[in-house]
């Protein structure tokens, strides 16, 4: 079961809950898996990068999900 509810929505795949995506996945499994890896990778990134004068201002919070969800 996949842990997308709306599928009255174009940010879904046509006849499914999976949302479009920049890789084409249409497997919910694996869109999760790829997903996890992401915000596994992110979150490294973030604990490495993370300074005491980092301000965790909307910039900063957009510039990470671009990070996170957003790559090629």
Same mark, same amino acid.
């Given at each position: 079961?996949s842990k997308?509810?709306?599928?009255e929505?174009d ?8 949302? @479009?995506n @920049?890789?084409?996945? =249409?497997?919910?499994?694996?869109l999760?898996?790829? =997903?996890?890896t ?11 990068e993370? =300074?005491?004068?980092? @301000?965790?201002?909307?910039?900063y919070?957009?510039?990470?999900? @671009? ?6």
């Amino acid at each position: 079961m996949s842990k997308y509810q709306f599928k009255e929505s174009d940010i879904y795949l046509p006849g499914t809950d999976i949302p @479009r995506n @920049r890789l084409g996945v =249409e497997d919910p499994e694996l869109l999760h898996e790829i =997903e996890e890896t992401l915000l596994q990778q992110a979150y490294q990134t973030f604990i490495a990068e993370c =300074e005491a004068t980092t @301000r965790f201002d909307e910039a900063y919070l957009k510039s990470l999900q @671009r990070f996170t969800l957003c790559q090629p």
